[in-house]
């Protein structure tokens, strides 16, 4: 790219940082000491105010640029990740938000230990949220190496990195000084920031085709190579049995993992009741059901104009879509319109990466202080020690990620956040459901659920081609693979469910019929919630 992309892209993305950081540090005036103000926000955001919030947390890299870059490259297959991401939120809204509001204060392991034995609970889940975050971490990581391969040239891999360890350490600031108060007004600024430059995107694309958008797909499929297939399903999931299987296995994991997010669940407790907590998802369904479909557009209006070659030439796993068709809608890389449209897109891709990873972070150092470090301490730890746990926690975590995003940067994004969302559905989402369903689950049930959908889900991703047995695994040149599939939700999802059965049905524990009465009253009214 050309001197001036580079500077212009640097200074928008320099004044969203110094925006960022300006709130941040306004928030941190403010008394962070209390575990319901770091974690929660004070419980003082709106529905419409956590609509917003939740639509910015949702709509991370994987969404801006990992989507478009699968439809521009695999057409009708790319559209799963849209329609997956989207419909998920039907399950959040009918069996999880107002449900998880009354039941809990801070973390997933505040529903499921409401009713258990808490240290054992805690444990498991605090280890699988933490598991899930990092996971999710890592493709926003991955998101902004590719974003930089761009700016600088794919020669400057040092370059890359330090972008990467540049957005960690921004991300461990945010969480450290601004909590979730801080967090929730970033993810609210790059809200706004992603759906005004996805419209004006959209606009431009159906313009260039004068509002015709069967000619669109239509010139997709032509300079695609693959003709009328690439309108049809089958040239990333169909060529046999075993893509077949993985799409079934994608579908399933984007369908249930969103209901067992870590950083989604922990957006409920940012409002006073659980009706908020409902009008809450309605308004995010509303922004980010808008948005993925302006990401089809997108997708093929990437291949229409830049071509999946080019995409393809610029990045194996096509994270640049979007930023090469703003530079193409703009007038090409020697124009000013171009210019200015490209700087102004990896502005807001930066954008929606720090502001993600913030609550990522956030959502897992939390796990790790109100979970992890308070039932592994033998006295009951204050609200102070904790707060300061999940600030060091951050650093720790934050580490781990760019790490990982180093090691994973050939990857899409979307496909990335595709395992997280495997993960979360085998380990997060069945213990979540039996405890606010089924009356005779148990402690021994619980643990189970997690391990069992855990466990299997992360060693059958080792296991599988993503890591080794193929050109474009994380590890090339050796091979480990035995699991054939590259999503592992269509056997972990099940066997996290079998788990929780199992540990359950032979468990000696007697349910306590109290607590499980207490928690569903509480659950369906609210009485008694935080």
Known sequence: MTGNHQTLALLLFSSFVAVTLGITTWVSRHRQGSAEEFYAGGRLFSPMENGFAIAGDYMSAASFLGISGLIALYGYDGLLYSVGFLVAWLVVLFLVAELVRNCGRFTLADVVAARMRERPVRIAAGTSSVTVSVLYLVAQMVGAGSLV?????????????WTVIGVGALMVIYVSLGGMRATTWIQIVKAVLLLSGTIALTVLVLARFHGDFDRLLLTAAERSGHGASFLAPGLKYGGDWTARFDFISLGLALLLGT????HILSRFYTVP???????SVVWSIGLIGGFYLMTIVLGFG??????????????????????????????????????????????????????????VTLA????????LYASLRRRRAGPRSEVAVARAAAVGIGVVAIALGLLARDLNVAFLVGLAFAVAASANLPVLLYSLFWRGFTTRGAVW???????PAVVLVLLSPVVSGSPESLFPGVDFQYFPLQNPGLVSIPLGFVAGWLGTVTSAEVPDEAKHAETEVRSLTGAGAV
């Open 149 to 161: 391969a761009l700016l600088i040239g794919r020669t400057s891999e040092a370059a890359q990195a």
């Open 259 to 262: 209901a067992g997010l870590p």
């Open 302 to 359: 990437a291949a229409a104009i830049v071509g999946p070659d080019a995409v393809r030439g610029s990045n194996a796993a096509g994270n640049t879509a979007v930023p090469l068709l703003a530079l193409d809608l703009g007038g090409g890389a020697d124009s000013a319109g171009g210019t200015v449209l490209f700087a102004v897109v990896a502005a807001v891709a930066f954008a929606t990466i720090l502001a993600v990873v913030a609550s």
């Open 364 to 371: 897992s150092s939390a796990s790790v202080a109100h979970d």
């Open 273 to 279: 009741t659980a009706r908020a907590a409902r009008r």
């Open 449 to 455: 659920a997690v391990y069992g959908g855990l466990i």
